[in-house]
């Protein structure tokens, strides 16, 4: 079985600033994938950043970098220099490679990005 | 299609009504999930299409519930005699891989369709 927890019900940044999602994850199997997806108030959810347990470096894609510490087992998403559209509720997600492949979630984040 | 499409955005049953909410996803996708969203909560799993083969449905809450997926592409979620528990957002997703080559693959969601049961 696999366990996302995300601690952080709502955050508050101000725009430009970079903000830090937390999410821990518990799995007993090696293999596996850590996603983030964030979703606007027009519900669908869109695909942020990826990292799978055996990837060697941090994921990054335009401002969006996942601080990945296997040893942890925490894959936080870092947003930097943070911009008003960012404000939308924030899931991370992992897929196990064994057994059911399928996406579970954390209940999410609620970040809200002031002016 | 350009996305994945579902429909209806909103549907308002009574309790007891049997409903019926449609997926249409990224044409060519082999692989379908169908998600359970309550309010402020993230996405639960209901089930997997692999193509038209349902092999997963362990995450359906009770035998009300009946998903399918005849030719491989559209798929119906079906909830007979709806109660109000069944309030939530369900969202639909698509996959170009399938089993293990999803492990490293984004789903593309659909916008959801919001149920209401009163």
């Known amino acids: 079985a696999q366990k996302i927890t995300q601690t952080q019900p709502g955050m508050f940044v101000q725009e430009k600033e970079a903000v830090t999602l937390d999410c821990t994850y518990d799995?007993?199997?090696?293999?596996?994938?850590l996603f983030w997806y964030k979703q606007p108030s027009s519900g669908e959810m869109i695909f942020l950043i990826y990292q799978g347990s055996y990837d060697q470096q941090n994921a990054t894609e335009g401002r969006y970098s996942l601080n990945f510490q296997k040893a942890r087992k925490s894959a936080n998403l870092v947003i930097s220099a943070s911009q008003l559209g960012d404000s939308a509720m924030y899931f991370c997600?992992?897929?196990?490679?064994?057994?059911?492949?399928?996406?579970?979630f954390g209940q999410g984040t609620r970040l809200t990005i002031n002016p | 299609g350009a996305g994945v499409s579902q429909s209806p955005r909103y549907k308002v049953a009574k309790r007891g009504q049997d409903v019926a909410l449609r997926c249409d996803p990224i044409?060519?996708?082999?692989?379908l999930f169908w998600y359970q969203q309550a309010l402020g909560q993230g996405p639960e799993f209901l089930t997997y299409f692999q193509n038209e083969a349902q092999l997963d449905k362990s995450g359906l809450p009770s035998d009300r519930f009946f998903a399918e997926r005849p030719e491989g592409s559209v798929s119906t979620l079906k909830i007979q005699r709806t109660q109000q528990e069944d309030s939530a957002v369900y969202l639909c997703?698509?996959?170009?891989?399938?089993?293990?080559?999803?492990?490293?693959?984004?789903?593309?969601f659909g916008s959801g369709t919001q149920l209401s049961v009163l």
């Open positions: 044409s060519g996708h082999v692989s």
């Open positions: 799995t007993s199997d090696p293999s596996y994938g």
């Open positions: 997600a992992m897929i196990l490679i064994q057994g059911a492949q399928k996406l579970v």
């Open positions: 997703a698509s996959s170009s891989q399938s089993g293990t080559g999803l492990i490293n693959e984004k789903l593309f």
